[in-house]
């Protein structure tokens, strides 16, 4: 799962909530937190504002 909520960003070129990525993937918005969580530890997305998720260059 986690390689699909990355692949999401990388296409997207944008910054998303998790609630967002969520819908467009099929999710639970938990779910995709706790993703996002994991991958922000392995400082592969980073957070350019509160709540939006953004892939780390």
């Known amino acids: 799962m986690?390689?699909?909520?990355?692949?999401f960003l990388?296409?997207?070129q944008k910054?998303?909530?998790?609630?967002?990525?969520?819908k467009e993937l099929g999710?639970?918005?938990?779910?995709?937190?706790?993703i996002i969580?994991?991958?922000k530890?392995?400082?592969l997305v980073?957070?350019?504002k509160r709540c939006y998720y953004a892939v780390q260059n």
């Open 41 to 43: 530890e392995k400082k």
């Open 27 to 34: 999710l639970q918005t938990q779910e995709v937190t706790k």
């Open 15 to 22: 910054p998303f909530k998790s609630a967002e990525i969520a």
């Open 10 to 12: 990388k296409t997207k």
């Open 2 to 7: 986690e390689e699909k909520v990355l692949e």
């Open 46 to 48: 980073y957070s350019p």
């Open 37 to 39: 969580k994991k991958l």
